[in-house]
């Protein structure tokens, strides 16, 4: 089995989701498109690691996890994780950086921080919106809680990086 199959299985283990809704979470932590998503679905039923429990406007499948997929899920957890896999087109840019004007790098720089400006807000009210939750549901959600709380501190991390490689650019192009 592929990682992206245990990551489906994984997110089914906390509740039932129709396929967008996986989508939707899975979007915290890994990068999977409906071309992907669909197709793992897809042979996760044939494999009886997961079924289709409801069909409720007659267009979405909302799946649900087998106890063989939960089995499955538990051995997983136990196995060793990757090593996270980054590409991020920004620093490639960054690394050109000693060739461009201030002007451009700065607004680099400015660029990024508005995008983790605006992560920042939204993980935050989302964050917020977990907080309203009854007791039951937060801890259906705890896991999300935990990730969501990451991504805010991730997101505070890049926006002090960019305060600081700013200033820096700003003496790097006083002394050029």
């Known amino acids: ?41 897809k042979e996760l039923r044939k494999q009886e690691l997961i079924e289709i429990v ?22 997983w957890v136990f196995s060793k994780s990757h090593a996270p896999s980054q590409k991020d087109e920004f620093l490639a840019k960054v690394f050109t950086i000693s060739a461009l004007d201030r002007d451009t790098s700065k607004f680099l720089i400015m ?30 959600n705890f896991g999300r809680e935990l990730i969501i709380e990451r991504k805010i501190r991730l997101c505070k991390e890049e926006l002090a990086w960019c305060e600081w490689a700013g200033e820096k650019i700003e003496a790097y192009f006083l002394e050029k």
């Open 1 to 41: 089995m592929n990682t992206i199959s245990y990551v489906i299985l994984a997110m089914l283990i906390r509740s039932p989701l129709t396929g967008y809704e996986l989508k939707r979470f899975l979007n915290l932590f890994w990068e999977a498109h409906h071309s992907q998503i669909y197709p793992t679905l």
């Open 54 to 75: 409801d069909i409720p406007d007659g267009k979405r499948k909302i799946y649900d996890i087998t106890p063989a997929g939960k089995e499955l899920v538990k051995e």
């Open 111 to 140: 660029e990024r921080q508005q995008y983790f400006q605006e992560q920042l807000s939204e993980y935050s009210k989302v964050l917020d919106s977990l907080s309203d939750l009854n007791q039951a549901e937060r801890h259906k």
